[in-house]
């Protein structure tokens, strides 16, 4: 033990630190010592700095368990005690963190449980300089591992699982890599859903309008849904499959298995719907109105479905073992993406003989066969290590099918292909040479789709969200887009097309890319992009534009005019003819040549008038937008992956350009409307989540979590700037946490909350100033003028990189990193470095590091704790 004035601290700068150890310390021996040297000055009886009084904090229960989690944070992130204040050892810090970490999971056991440190934001919480330099001295590291555990499929690749079952994707075509093809995953429609359709490739012709082809596809949502939030999402803990799940997927599983049998003859019922001619009901008449029935929808006999086992047993007369032990064998391995052992065949195959026993064959084979869909390995991919030996550290190594799923899911969402299925069949996935063949085999070829990459950048930039963020009408019609029906949201999901494609692009060359997707001035863009790149016009600019308008439209109008009575005299002029050529065959019924000239000039009169109606509609719409000075964008012809065709001229359209964004006014990513508008709310800017966003996701800095006694509310003031209004975060109280996130958020201010390039809001200059503060990096503290200034600064960062590389070890680890880690990143980013910044590089290094090779089994660390 040692003395400081009058207290008695345990020496535990003097004992070796192992991370991931449990601490074995009561409150009285350890967390009120430390209090009580470096907390009580702020929080005690008569201070109370943020009225929190810490003097009478007693140990960890669940009454207690906000102001524990709230001292964690703080004493985590360095907050507390003060920096001016004399600061505890770094074991001590380190101790303690650790201590109240497991005193929350103990008393909040069996009270819904703690979980706060899971989260991936939290991870943050792990302090950025003892990963990546030098650690001090008494910090034993221990080899590393992840907890052998359970992953829940996520919604992409369950989609993506059934939408094998039913539907032939296009292969790959290297001409026109950016097309939806075989192994990406399903793309959300224009209304943001993720979407499993049935027969929509086969469909002729609908009755009754885009309605009838809304309401009559047979579509069936995703069921297995992960919370639309910001951040990544696919960390085991995260999500289970509760009942009312279960019970969706066993009623789509029949409907799934009827069209895997029958085709679009399971969802109708007329057999004039099965047709070649998309004219047949204009010769057979249904009886009754088809709007909005499936009976609307006319589908071809060619057969676009893949043709399974389960299609030859429904077709065949008579049911044998072979061919429903056939179907059985198929769907597993369809559904788990590995082959079935001869007990789950067994045990499947009787399931489905017993429900054919009870019902008869047509409702028994899919009545049994539906079973499978909820086999465990078809909702989660296990990581149990159940067969294998620990080493002296507790590890178990993945092998076989656990090793080669995990490769598998770590870049795809289709099961094993051929050479890796015969590498698990054949025992050569069992080493880390064996990970970094098939991991170096697959990045080779272009050809296999690796969307879990893609997801990666999702879930990294947030740049997916801006679909789902309602905007008020009149707010959105503020900023010079168009607020009419869906083409706003139509727009950003275009959008987050556009982005992904983008980013494929940069991946294509693996170059620098975290610096080139910051960096970059190339945006794919649409049609309406023209709007959402441009600026939007002062009100100076909206005056001089629409007199410079006014002025060529007069000129013009007096042009038209003077055409359009040229026009109305030459029609004039050719009904005169046709008047006197109808009275000319009056009166010489059997002449043919005026017969012959009144069909010509019938002709060129019905040509005119078509013509001078076109001329009206066209200058009554009118329609260019004022208030925005479009963007020049103009560049090659690219293609963007969008989903299957919906309904109507709604579906989203993958034809784009590469284009590059207005310089001076865009830069890389984080400036395009996409993640803007993601980054906002309906009615303006967010430059708080900007802010929070910039410190966590490029800075590696934690946010503590809002207290719940705070008011998190800008004053409703339309009469003042977003900047204005964020006056109140600068309250003391406040201000601590604002000052690291307000001036990263502040600097987007010279964009709108749609996008759009502004230098004015509400008719004043816009305040694009901020700084970098606190960073972990002394290279990057300091004022920035405006976003552009600060994203450049940030992209030739090395702490950025290695924060980026921290996020990428948590979303392939499906875990946050902890300091028995720090060598694993460490490599992970200089094999980042050492090859151009390449992304291929950093997922192999991860994919073949222990942390994602070793499980360690609850039973071998509870042996090792003890």
Same mark, same amino acid.
């Given at each position: ?6 207290i008695?601290?345990?020496?535990l700068?003097?004992?070796?630190? &192992?991370p991931g150890?449990?601490v ?25 700095k ?11 229960d ?11 944070a703080q004493i985590?992130?360095e907050?507390?005690p *003060?920096?001016k ?6 074991i001590?810090?380190?101790?303690? =963190? ?7 999971q103990?008393a909040m056991k069996?009270?819904g ?12 919480f ?7 330099g030098?650690?001090?001295? @008494? ?6 591992? =992840? ?6 499929? &996520?919604? /992409?690749e369950?989609?993506?699982r ?11 075509d290297p001409?026109n890599?950016?097309? %939806?093809t075989? @192994?990406d995953?399903?793309?959300t ?8 359709y049935?027969g929509? $490739? ?5 009755e009754?309008?885009?309605?009838a082809y809304?309401t009559?596809?047979k579509?069936v !949502? ?11 999402k ?6 289970t499959?509760?009942s009312?799940?279960a ?8 409907d ?7 085709g679009?003859?399971?969802?109708v #019922?007329?057999k004039e ?7 047949t ?13 499936p009976?609307?929808i ?7 479905r893949?043709?399974? *086992?389960v ?10 073992? $072979?061919s ?12 788990t993406f590995r082959p079935?052992n001869?007990?789950e =065949?067994?045990s499947?195959? /009787? ?13 028994g084979?899919f009545?049994g ?10 909702l989660?991919r ?6 294998g ?7 178990v190594?993945?092998q076989?099918?656990?090793?080669g799923?995990?490769v ?6 289709l ?12 025992g ?13 085999r697959?990045?080779?070829? $272009? ?14 930039f ?5 679909g ?15 607020n ?8 950003m999901?275009d ?5 992904d ?7 294509q ?13 190339r ?6 992009d ?27 109008a ?11 005299q030459? &029609?004039?002029?050719l ?9 000319q065959?009056?009166?010489?019924p @059997?002449?043919?040549a005026?017969?012959r =000239?009144?069909?010509?000039q %019938? ?8 013509t001078?109606?076109? &001329?009206?509609r066209? %200058?009554?719409?009118?329609g ?8 020049p964008?103009?560049?090659?012809a ?11 001229? #709604?579906?989203?359209?993958?034809e ?12 890389g990513i984080?400036?395009?409307?996409a993640w803007?508008?993601?980054q ?6 967010h ?5 929070i ?7 590696g #800095?934690?946010?503590?979590?809002v ?7 800008l ?11 964020m006056?109140v ?12 996130m307000? !001036?990263?958020?502040l600097?987007f ?13 509400l008719g004043?200059?816009?305040n694009?100033t901020?700084?970098i ?5 002394p290279?990057?503290? @300091?004022?920035v ?7 450049t ?5 090395? %702490?950025?990189e290695?924060?980026f ?5 948590r979303f392939?680890? #499906? ?7 720090? *060598? ?6 200089a094999?980042?470095r050492d090859?151009g910044g ?16 070793y499980?360690k089994?609850?039973?071998?660390a509870?042996?090792?704790a003890?």
């Amino acid at each position: 033990m040692m003395i400081c004035a009058g207290i008695v601290l345990p020496a535990l700068a003097a004992e070796t630190y &192992t991370p991931g150890q449990p601490v074995q310390a009561s409150f009285k021996d350890l967390a009120l010592p430390f209090l009580e040297q470096h907390c009580f000055d702020c929080h005690d009886n008569d201070t109370q700095k943020g009225g929190l009084n810490l003097s009478e904090l007693t140990a960890v229960d669940e009454t207690n368990a906000a102001t524990w989690k709230s001292v964690w944070a703080q004493i985590a992130l360095e907050e507390m005690p *003060p920096k001016k204040k004399t600061q505890p050892p770094v074991i001590d810090r380190l101790h303690v =963190s650790d201590w109240i970490i497991g005193e929350l999971q103990a008393a909040m056991k069996d009270k819904g449980g703690f979980q706060a440190h899971k989260d991936p934001k939290k991870a943050n919480f792990v302090d950025h300089d003892l990963l990546f330099g030098k650690l001090p001295d @008494g910090i034993q590291l221990t080899p590393t591992s =992840s907890p052998a555990r359970i992953w829940r499929v &996520t919604p /992409q690749e369950h989609i993506t699982r059934l939408n094998e079952l039913i539907n032939t994707e296009p292969k790959y075509d290297p001409a026109n890599p950016g097309l %939806r093809t075989h @192994g990406d995953a399903v793309p959300t429609n224009h209304g943001g859903e993720l979407k499993l359709y049935f027969g929509t $490739d086969n469909i002729l012709r609908w009755e009754g309008g885009t309605v009838a082809y809304a309401t009559a596809v047979k579509s069936v !949502p995703v069921v297995l849904s992960s919370a639309r939030k910001t951040g990544l999402k696919n960390y085991p803990d995260f999500y289970t499959v509760n009942s009312a799940e279960a019970t969706q997927i066993l009623g789509k599983a029949e409907d799934i298995l009827q069209y895997m049998a029958y085709g679009p003859l399971s969802l109708v #019922g007329m057999k004039e719907q099965i047709t070649d001619d998309p004219k047949t009901y204009d010769k057979v008449k249904p009886p009754g109105d088809l709007r909005g029935l499936p009976t609307a929808i006319v589908y071809s006999t060619k057969v676009l479905r893949p043709l399974t *086992p389960v299609y030859d047993l429904m077709k065949a007369p008579d049911v044998t073992d $072979d061919s429903l032990r056939a179907a059985v064998d198929y769907l597993f391995e369809a559904l788990t993406f590995r082959p079935p052992n001869q007990a789950e =065949s067994d045990s499947y195959l /009787q399931v489905v003989k017993d429900s054919i026993a009870k019902v008869g064959k047509e409702d028994g084979v899919f009545m049994g066969l539906s079973s499978i869909f909820l086999d465990r390995d078809a909702l989660f991919r296990p990581e149990l290590v159940e067969n294998g030996k620990p080493d002296e550290h507790g590890r178990v190594m993945l092998q076989d099918w656990e090793l080669g799923l995990a490769v598998n899911h770590a870049l795809r969402y289709l099961k094993p292909d051929e050479p890796l299925r015969r590498a698990i069949i054949e025992g050569r996935m069992k080493t880390r040479d064996d990970v970094q063949r098939e991991v170096t085999r697959m990045f080779a070829d $272009d050809s296999i789709r690796k969307p879990r990459i893609l997801q990666f950048f999702r879930d990294y930039f947030d740049y997916d969200l801006a679909g789902y963020i309602c905007k008020d009408a009149k707010a959105l019609a503020a900023t010079g887009v168009s607020n009419r029906d869906t083409s706003h949201y139509t727009a950003m999901f275009d959008a987050a097309a556009s982005t992904d494609r983008l980013i494929e692009l940069i991946l294509q060359e693996d170059k620098d890319v975290l610096k080139e997707l910051l960096t970059t001035q190339r945006v794919v863009a649409t049609r309406a992009d023209a709007t959402y790149f441009g600026k939007q016009r002062t009100q100076e600019e909206q005056a001089a534009a629409k007199a410079t308008k006014q002025a060529a439209d007069a000129q013009q109008a007096m042009e038209q005019a003077k055409e359009q009575e040229a026009k109305l005299q030459a &029609t004039k002029a050719l009904k005169a003819e046709i008047a006197a050529l109808e009275a000319q065959l009056k009166n010489n019924p @059997g002449d043919q040549a005026p017969q012959r =000239s009144l069909v010509r000039q %019938r002709r060129l009169l019905a040509a005119a008038e078509k013509t001078n109606d076109n &001329t009206k509609r066209a %200058r009554k719409q009118g329609g260019e937008n004022m208030d925005v000075a479009p963007a020049p964008l103009e560049g090659p012809a690219t293609l963007a992956r969008v989903s299957r065709p919906s309904f109507g001229s #709604g579906s989203l359209k993958p034809e784009r350009i590469l284009a590059t964004a207005p310089e001076g006014q865009r830069l890389g990513i984080l400036t395009h409307p996409a993640w803007l508008v993601s980054q906002s709310d309906a009615m303006d800017n967010h430059a708080i989540h900007r802010g929070i966003w910039i410190r966590e996701r490029l800075l590696g #800095g934690g946010i503590p979590d809002v207290p719940i006694t705070v008011d998190a509310q800008l004053p409703a003031e339309p009469e003042n700037t977003l900047r204005d209004r964020m006056r109140v975060t600068k309250a003391d109280y406040c201000w601590t946490c604002h000052q690291k996130m307000d !001036p990263l958020g502040l600097p987007f201010e010279m964009y709108n909350h749609a996008g759009l390039f502004r230098t004015t809001e509400l008719g004043k200059p816009v305040n694009t100033t901020g700084e970098i503060i606190a960073s972990g990096d002394p290279k990057l503290d @300091g004022p920035v003028a405006n976003a552009l200034e600060m994203i450049t600064k940030l992209a030739n960062s090395q %702490r950025v990189e290695q924060v980026f590389v921290r996020h990428a070890f948590r979303f392939w680890m #499906g875990r946050n990193e902890t300091l028995n880690d720090a *060598p694993i990143l460490q490599a992970a980013h200089a094999a980042y470095r050492d090859n151009g910044g390449s992304m291929k590089a950093l997922v192999t290094s991860l994919l073949t590091s222990d942390a994602f090779l070793y499980r360690k089994v609850e039973r071998a660390a509870k042996a090792e704790a003890q």
